[in-house]
């Protein structure tokens, strides 16, 4: 899925800054083209799926419980 996304891009010193409006991410670059470049990754891993780097070893066991 694509989504589309507002950025406002300025200079500070030698560097460019890119920020998304909607979503709090921001990047920076040499130039404004790099920046925005820069952006877009940041973002497309920011909406990317979570997955786990260590996957804890699971053992399933059956619980003996007396009920009224």
Partial sequence: MKRRFSAVVWREGKWFVAQCLEVDVASQGRTKEEALAN???????????????IVPEVEELEVEVRAP
């Fill in 39 to 53: 952006l877009k990754e940041a973002l497309e891993l920011y909406f990317e799926e979570p997955c786990p780097t």
